[in-house]
T-cell receptor
Framework: DTGVSQNPRHKITKRGQNVTFRCDPISEHNRLYWYRQTLGQGPEFLTYFQNEAQLEKSRLLSDRFSAERPKGSFSTLEIQRTEQGDSAMYLC????????????FGPGTRLLVL | EDQVTQSPEALRLQEGESSSLNCSYTVSGLRGLFWYRQDPGKGPEFLFTLYSAGEEKEKERLKATLTKKESFLHITAPKPEDSATYLCAAPPANQAGTALIFGKGTTLSVSS
């Protein structure tokens, strides 16, 4: 399977704990995006990388959120001191640099903060 | 403000009953209008990209069309397996290759 993969698929944590999610994009894709989706809503943009550089962050991305893409391949999204409002599906997408808008999504990581 | 609005929020059809989903957008200098399908608990699956008014694209029972203000996803003779949430999205104006702005989606239920 050469699609976007995400791990873990599900995560349950207690409020105040830190969590980290991983995304492996389609291998030849230069751009990698993180979105968050809550029930009944469309995905909302969080941040994106072009190769290893983080080029844009949404206002939704509070200081408790950090993302990395150290070698321009896989990416991690960490949430520190989780809050119940962080409960959502976290989606990763990737695209080619010259077809940036055609983004291909992974299966998502569903986070539940108790 | 760039915005994408979908209607209706939910649509129930009988198998074989054709209908259309609407996506209206207020994005200046549109650089593409995207349709995705999302099954429960899964990530969005790419369906179509439309770039200019008058453009149409088809895939099986689905046909997407684009005007200067809106896009339609026509579903012809739907089957139960077409049940899903259909999302449309557009990149914001004046930002190259970044976030997609998504609508809230239309949840389609097709019963046999």
């Amino acid at each position: 399977d050469t699609g976007v993969s995400q791990n873990p698929r599900h995560k349950i944590t207690k409020r105040g704990q830190n969590v980290t999610f991983r995304c492996d994009p389609i291998s030849e894709h230069n751009r990698l995006y993180w979105y968050r989706q809550t029930l009944g809503q469309g995905p909302e943009f969080l941040t994106y990388f072009q190769n290893e550089a983080q080029l844009e962050k949404s206002r939704l991305l509070s200081d408790r959120f950090s993302a990395e893409r150290p070698k321009g391949s896989f990416s991690t999204l960490e949430i520190q001191r989780t809050e119940q409002g962080d409960s959502a599906m976290y989606l990763c997408a990737s695209s080619l640099i010259n077809r940036a808008e055609t983004q291909y999504f992974g299966p998502g990581t569903r986070l539940l903060v108790l | 403000e760039d915005q994408v609005t979908q209607s209706p929020e939910a649509l129930r059809l009988q198998e074989g009953e054709s209908s259309s989903l609407n996506c209206s957008y207020t994005v200046s200098g549109l650089r593409g209008l995207f349709w995705y399908r999302q099954d429960p608990g899964k990530g969005p699956e790419f369906l179509f990209t439309l770039y200019s008014a008058g453009e149409e694209k088809e895939k099986e029972r689905l046909k997407a069309t684009l005007t200067k203000k809106e896009s339609f996803l026509h579903i012809t003779a739907p089957k139960p397996e077409d049940s899903a949430t259909y999302l449309c999205a557009a990149p914001p104006a004046n930002q190259a290759g970044t976030a997609l702005i998504f609508g809230k989606g239309t949840t389609l239920s097709v019963s046999s």
